[in-house]
């Protein structure tokens, strides 16, 4: 059974219209939660850390907030800029490693 | 500040032989985790190494094994290659603290023919 599940696999936007990415996990202790934002040949790239059920960060048109069961990517009025993959990944208590979704695809068009 | 660096780029190897991956962390980051992905799939945990000693290990077989040298930079030796082994290897550097994130070289991308 997967620990971390995300949805939609992908998801095609237009420029300016708002959407959100869903992470959902199943681990027994949560010490933090991960997204990360990668593009095509690159390694991924830190965007957020959340610790605690109702928890939210912010950057530029990012948002992302955490429930006990949980995690939406909130994304306001994107630009092509934002198209990429977006990755969750969990981390368990006692743990440090990260146990990742599989990602959402997004594509924003101008 | 140079960020995670890892070496070759590409490499293009032949089912049953043994190939050797580099990384160097990001500067101050004293504990390296290697990665794997597959097409389309999110990273999987291989091993992660931290004073030199691998602290914790994923789902792979003994044909993956690592090294970190005193520097903290490390290596990831595969033997006996597969096809299946076709993938972006991903290191990744951390400080030591738990909750410090994960800071991801560019990869290297493995073919296995």
């Known amino acids: 059974e997967d620990q971390v599940t995300q949805s939609p696999e992908a998801l095609r936007l237009q420029e300016g219209e708002s959407s959100s990415l869903n992470c959902s996990y199943t681990v027994s202790g949560l010490r933090g939660l991960f997204w990360y934002r990668q593009d095509p040949g690159k390694g991924p790239e830190f965007l957020f850390t959340?610790?605690?059920a109702g928890e939210e960060k912010e950057k530029e048109r990012l948002k992302a907030t955490l429930t006990k069961k949980e995690s939406f990517l909130h994304i306001t009025a994107p630009k092509p800029e934002d198209s990429a993959t977006y990755l969750c990944a969990v981390q368990e208590s006692g743990y440090s490693t990260l146990t990742f979704g599989k990602g959402t695809m997004l594509l924003v068009s101008p | 500040d140079a960020g995670v660096t890892q070496s070759p780029t590409h490499l293009i190897k032949t089912r049953g032989q043994q190939v050797t991956l580099r990384c160097s962390p990001k500067s101050g980051h004293d504990t390296v985790s290697w990665y794997q992905q597959a097409l389309g799939q999110g990273p999987q945990f291989i091993f992660q190494?931290?004073?030199?000693?691998?602290?914790q290990r994923g789902n792979f077989p003994d044909r993956f094994s690592g090294h970190q040298f005193p520097n903290y930079s490390s290596e990831l030796n595969v033997n006996a290659l597969l096809l299946g082994d076709s993938a972006l290897y991903l290191c990744?550097?951390?400080?030591?603290?738990?909750?410090?994130?994960?800071?991801f070289g560019n990869g290297t991308r493995l073919t296995v023919t």
């Open positions: 959340l610790y605690s």
């Open positions: 990744a550097s951390s400080r030591t603290a738990y909750n410090s994130p994960l800071h």
């Open positions: 190494y931290y004073e030199e000693e691998e602290r």
